[in-house]
């Protein structure tokens, strides 16, 4: 029986079976990259919700595994050097793409394409889209001062354009279906939950459209974006 008691955040999130992934998240964009990733991957994992409430995410279980206190973070029992604990969405999707030698391509210049646009959504896309949210639907939207909710309203206006002028004549952001999808289209999609499609122009656009419904209906995205049940 793998050992996992090194690790303080299965004292409170115990596992089942400490032989496979240990996931720990909450179904947003973040939370559902990795999810939706470990059924491409055809990894066994086993999930466990993490709200984002302060007497989860604070504690101090889930900061032993992630200092930053954000989900999603993972125990893999079977690293490289044995067990080893990651956080950080986009270093778990590299991570799980190099172990298992999937959707980061098959060159070295095709996994520096793949990894650009991961950076993308890490540093713009997902905070900007993020803090649109904030501004538009939740405690930002009381704010009278219009400035903050123009400034990120206009530049996830720019981003979705970059993601919409890459899309053209692909499916895929960068060559084959990629961890730069599984970054990406979640984070598009979460349009719909702050209530900013028609705000940002989003059904005139192009290809972002058609592709997040593409990007959705894979089985293992369809899938992935509801893991761990929020329920």
Do not use: C
Request: avoid cysteine; charge should be negative; hydrophobic fraction near 40%.
């Amino acid at each position: 029986m793998t050992e996992l008691s090194a690790f303080p955040v299965t004292e409170r999130w115990p596992a089942k079976d400490p032989s496979i992934i240990q996931l720990y998240s909450y179904p947003t964009p973040n939370g559902v990259k990795v999810s939706i990733a470990l059924e491409e991957m055809e990894l066994a994992y086993e999930p466990h919700l993490v709200t984002l409430s302060d007497t989860d995410v604070k504690s101090e279980a889930f900061l032993s595994l992630n200092p930053n206190n954000k989900i999603p973070a993972i125990i893999d029992p079977n690293g490289p050097d044995g067990p080893v604990g990651i956080f950080e969405s986009g270093a778990i999707l590299l991570y799980l793409a190099e172990k298992t030698g999937k959707f980061l391509g098959t060159t070295a210049s095709d996994k520096a394409h793949v990894t650009q646009w991961l950076m993308f959504q890490m540093g713009g896309l997902g905070p900007m889209l993020g803090q649109l949210g904030y501004f538009t639907k939740f405690a930002g939207a009381e704010i009278e001062d219009p400035r903050p909710r123009t400034r990120f309203k206009d530049e996830a206006i720019r981003l979705l354009a970059v993601v919409d002028k890459q899309l053209d004549g692909r499916d895929w952001i960068v060559g084959d279906y990629s961890i730069a999808d599984m970054a990406i289209a979640p984070w598009i999609n979460a349009l719909e939950f702050y209530g900013t499609k028609d705000l940002l122009g989003y059904h005139d656009l192009k290809n972002v459209p058609a592709y997040v419904d593409r990007f959705f209906a894979r089985p293992a995205a369809a899938k992935g974006r509801g893991i761990p049940d929020p329920s």
